[in-house]
């Protein structure tokens, strides 16, 4: 036993460190007398393992014996890592004390597991300490930076320490920092970061030509999707027309090149096409698989596309079962653009009055739906009607305050919906709104454990600008809180120095890390504010009109008496007498002539009391009172007409 150890060792001095295959060879040699020496199975997963063969690797670990998993965790771990045995991976890592390898790969495990709070931890820890190898410092800062971007994506900014990009000299490095600004919204600087990420990579000496081809793909393929956003469709489709998607060596981001190039389009000329080609797309492995935030993405995109096909009874299908899964109320971007889709569905893609004529019975349904009911207060504010618009999301926080549940308060003062609540108030002048408010969820928030800082500070400055002693005494402790938690923090510290400046005059020392004023107001013409006035817009001018109210003193201006516009006929003429039986109808004034012969027969017999020549009447009575005789036909008496009609048969 001791000779064939020995004998492995003189080979492994002899080897270089790049010569895996044959320490490979000298390991499968060894085992040929024995197959259960540890040291040598342990040796030979290493080489595995540099050559790349993670499950070849895994089996020899896995069949070596406890003994041989005891002694080897950190090459085990690793090897579970990249087959995709993710938990394992990480369980195993993190049960390894003292050891900046296992550290490593339980951040790696954290970071494909989305555990990404968990990740960037570990790195922040890791930087803090010394190196142990060349080049960790490196991957230290592109694997943090890959963490931190990930914590934007998923609404977790408020977690990452480094907000602002610096001067990046690795392309690595550059291009997390640009996904971090897309993730933000900051689209121009994540533009200006991929430009970068890309030169540095064209410029580095350490690839080849085929390996700068391979990074600058996906680069190029996310640069088309800032171009989307950025609304440069003719950049972006042309940027898109130079990606050979075959030659992206990943599936996932050849799924997405795919996704941008479609979106690049000014417009879907033939949607079934678009359909089709993403339909038509090829499995993603499991080592290659996608985040979640991603794939609930590429999830929507597919709903819209069946919208656009007029697929709406599928749409309505799938989305009623993920949101049968995810009961209302949610918080979370991908439910509530579930709801939308399924609101659109029913509308059938229309907009205006017939769109929210569909989609209010379903809001009755689910009164909960933070993403349906956000839809109506759109469609009310695409036509102007504020009022409603506000009506329709005060419906929906009284239904989040009357419930019970915890979590159902959470949503209530979620700092989207409280900011979209204020900016309907103030678009309709509602000052008083804005600050009751404000103040319920400054005190909502103030006794959590991990209260978002931007609603905190955005509520304290909206209850300083009141004249209410309470309201200033709670801006007070919102700002002495914020700056207790983070004394670095300019918005806390001005805070801070504005609330306490009246009642208090220890802030000078903290005024004192705050921009002077002069260099605030520096280039700003003062007269010309004052000249300009006070803007306002056109709602609020109208809100203020009709808020404004008399004063008891005043007295109330008589009403203006209303000219009526004068109805007389285009011929009138004021010299000529008007006709006395303009008010009679047509037929009883005495100039009324019947047209045609049974026109003027039948006014003869409408004609009562008129006197007939003779003296008689229509009636057959004279006009003396007599009695007259009623003439008629007798026995010898002839009827022309009669007879001529019967002559004509």
């Given amino acids: 036993m001791a000779t064939r150890t020995q004998s492995l060792n003189t080979l492994l001095q002899r080897a270089t460190i790049d010569d895996h295959e044959e320490i490979l060879k000298a390991c499968n040699v060894s085992l040929k007398q024995s197959k259960t020496e540890p040291k040598i199975l342990h040796t030979k997963a290493v080489a595995l393992l540099k050559l790349d ?14 003994g041989l998993k005891n002694g080897a965790s950190l090459e085990r771990s690793y090897a579970l890592y990249k087959n995709g045995q993710l938990s394992e991976a990480n369980d195993i890592a993190n049960g390894i004390p003292d050891d900046r390898g296992a550290r490593h790969v339980e951040a790696q495990a954290s970071y494909r597991l989305e555990d990404f709070e968990r990740s960037a931890r570990i790195y922040s820890d890791l930087a803090k300490t010394h190196a142990a190898i060349d080049n960790e410092e490196n991957d230290i800062k592109i694997n943090g930076g890959a963490a931190d971007a990930q914590l934007e994506w998923n609404r977790q900014g408020h977690l990452v320490q480094r907000k602002k990009p610096t001067r990046e000299d690795l392309f690595e490095t550059a291009y997390n920092a640009a996904c971090a600004s897309i993730a933000r919204g900051d689209l121009d600087q994540g533009d200006l970061l991929l430009r970068r990420s890309r030169d540095l990579c064209n410029a580095s000496g350490d690839l080849s030509d085929d390996e700068k081809v391979a990074e600058v793909l996906p680069i190029q393929v996310q640069q088309v999707y800032v171009l989307n956003r950025l609304g440069k469709l003719a950049d972006a489709q042309d940027l898109a027309s130079q990606i050979t998607q075959k030659d992206i060596p990943d599936a996932s981001t050849q799924l997405v090149a795919q996704n941008n190039s479609i979106a690049a389009k000014a417009s879907i000329e033939n949607p079934y096409m678009a359909h089709h080609l993403l339909q038509n797309t090829s499995s993603i492995p499991e080592k290659d698989r996608f985040f979640t935030f991603q794939l609930d993405r590429f999830k929507e995109n597919d709903l819209i596309l069946d919208l656009l096909v007029s ?8 989305t009623d079962r993920t949101l049968t899964i995810n009961p209302s109320p949610s918080i979370s971007s991908h439910i509530n653009n579930i709801s939308v889709l399924n609101a659109a569905a029913h509308a059938q893609n229309r907009l205006g009055n017939f769109g929210i004529k569909h989609i209010l019975p379903l809001l009755e349904k689910r009164p909960l739906d933070i993403g349906l009911a956000m839809l109506v207060v759109q469609l009310y504010i ?9 009506t329709a ?10 419930s019970d549940a915890t979590d159902h308060q959470d949503v209530r003062f979620a700092p989207g919906l409280v900011a979209t609540v204020v900016s309907l108030y103030g678009l309709q002048g509602r000052k008083s709104q804005i600050t009751t408010e404000l103040a319920k969820a400054a005190s909502y928030w103030r006794h959590k454990s991990k209260p978002p800082k931007s609603l905190l500070q955005a509520s304290g400055l909206g209850l300083l600008e009141c004249n209410n002693t309470e309201d200033q005494a709670t801006a007070r402790e919102i700002f002495a809180t914020l700056y207790q938690q983070d004394q670095n923090s300019k918005v806390a510290t001005a805070g801070y120095v504005a609330a306490h400046a009246l009642t208090s005059s220890s802030v000078a020392d903290q005024a004192k890390d705050l921009t002077p004023t002069s260099r605030l107001i520096a280039g700003i013409d003062v007269s010309a504010l004052e000249e300009a006035g006070v803007p306002q817009t056109r709602l609020n001018a109208d809100a203020q009109a009709v808020s404004r109210k008399r004063t008891l003193d005043e007295k109330p201006k008589p009403a203006k008496k209303r000219m009526r516009k004068s109805r007389l006929p285009k011929d009138y003429d004021p010299n000529k007498a008007p006709d006395p039986e303009r008010w009679l109808p047509l037929k009883e004034r005495s100039s009324y002539r019947p047209k045609g012969k049974k026109g003027r027969q039948k006014a003869a017999g409408f004609t009562q009391g008129g006197v007939e020549k003779g003296g008689e009447s229509a009636t057959g009575t004279s006009g003396k009172g007599s009695e007259g005789v009623i003439k008629g036909t007798g026995p010898g008496t002839v009827n022309k007409a009669k007879n001529k009609k019967k002559t004509k048969k």
């Fill in 53 to 66: 063969r993670y499950e070849d690797a895994l089996r020899v670990l896995e069949e070596g014996g406890d």
């Fill in 311 to 318: 697929k709406y009874d599928g749409v309505i299908k799938s």
């Fill in 382 to 390: 695409l036509t102007n009607n504020y009022v409603s618009a506000a």
């Fill in 393 to 402: 999301l005060e419906s929906l926080l009284r239904y989040l305050q009357s």
